[in-house]
């Protein structure tokens, strides 16, 4: 795929993305996801770092895992996994389909938002391990 191709997708490595699932015409019954993702707000923001949301939405993070790594030395790991819990069980349960973000500057697919969970989970307890 061409960049143009992936515009919409979230890259979280130099060749490996979550693709963009088309919500059609569901704009109208999308569901606020920011108070879900209480706890991961710390990494999230830290992880803010090629543009800001405001102007780039997604590709304004680095979700690859050199990325999350970084962001992750002055942060609190078990905290943070915990939180990734708590926020897949908050999305799963979310009435709609549809979630956006107005800190992120996002909207998307429920599943999407689940993919990138399960991939910040994923950084958060390999970087725990590697550590430990």
């Known amino acids: 795929m061409?960049?143009?191709?992936?515009?919409?997708d979230i890259q979280i490595a130099d060749d490996a993305w979550i693709e963009?699932?088309?919500?059609?015409?569901?704009?109208?019954?999308?569901?606020?996801?920011?108070?879900l993702l209480?706890?991961?707000?710390?990494?999230?923001c830290r992880l803010e770092t090629h543009c800001v949301a405001g102007c780039c939405g997604m590709?304004?993070?680095d979700f690859t895992h050199a990325g999350i790594d970084t962001a992750l030395l002055e942060l609190d790991s078990a905290q943070l996994h915990a939180a990734c819990a708590a926020a897949k069980e908050a999305v799963?349960?979310?009435?709609?389909?549809?979630?956006?973000?107005a800190t992120m500057n996002h909207i998307a697919d429920k599943r999407v938002f689940l993919q990138l969970l399960d991939h910040l989970d994923a950084c958060i307890v390999?970087?725990?391990r590697a550590g430990a």
């Open 59 to 61: 590709d304004a993070f």
């Open 2 to 8: 061409t960049q143009r191709e992936r515009q919409y």
């Open 38 to 44: 209480d706890g991961l707000w710390p990494l999230i």
């Open 126 to 128: 390999g970087q725990d």
């Open 92 to 101: 799963t349960a979310a009435a709609s389909d549809v979630l956006t973000s």
């Open 20 to 35: 963009c699932i088309d919500i059609g015409e569901r704009y109208d019954q999308a569901g606020d996801i920011d108070a």
